[in-house]
């Protein structure tokens, strides 16, 4: 199966220092700091790209299972919010609200929902998240 990298190299300390992520693909480079992270400043940050990475591996997740249950969709968008706060000494990712939007000709609201929350399950990066919590609102157009 694939192994995927990316790198990423800091330089300075916490608060004035900066840094570059890279995606393995050469598909996404970008800067990093302080301000990126915990102010809104300019830049990306670890959360943002682990939103990415939910967000991608659940429309792919849900739109796999719901072509094996015959419900191909049409259109599978979701919106990841990874939530970075306070805990103790330290900083942590306390939850992650998942939202779908998809669009699926012929299928009910039950088996949506019944398919959604088996992709949100069992999506490789939910389970890699696995010790945080994960919500779930789909909405089925």
């Known amino acids: 199966m694939a ?16 840094g570059r992520m890279r995606l393995g693909s050469g598909a996404f480079e970008g ?7 915990f102010e809104n400043g300019q830049g990306t940050n670890p959360e943002e790209l ?3 990475a939910h967000a991608g591996c659940y429309s792919m997740a849900l739109s796999a299972g719901l072509a094996q249950a015959g ?3 049409t259109r ?6 990874v939530h970075l ?3 103790g000494a330290g900083f942590a990712i306390t939850r992650i609200e998942l939202e779908c939007e998809a669009e699926i000709p012929g299928i009910d609201e039950a088996t949506f ?10 999506c490789p990066v939910s389970k890699a998240l696995a010790g945080t919590q994960i919500s779930l609102t789909a909405k089925l157009l």
Request: aromatic share 6%; charged share 25%; proline share 4%.
């Open 3 to 18: 192994m995927r990298q990316s790198d990423a190299e800091w330089r300075g300390d916490l608060k004035s220092g900066s």
């Open 31 to 37: 800067s990093y700091s302080f301000p990126s992270r």
């Open 50 to 52: 682990i939103a990415a």
């Open 71 to 73: 419900h191909a969709p």
């Open 76 to 81: 599978v968008h979701t919106t990841a919010r």
């Open 85 to 87: 706060e306070k805990a």
């Open 113 to 122: 929902q019944e398919q959604a929350n088996g992709a949100k399950a069992n």
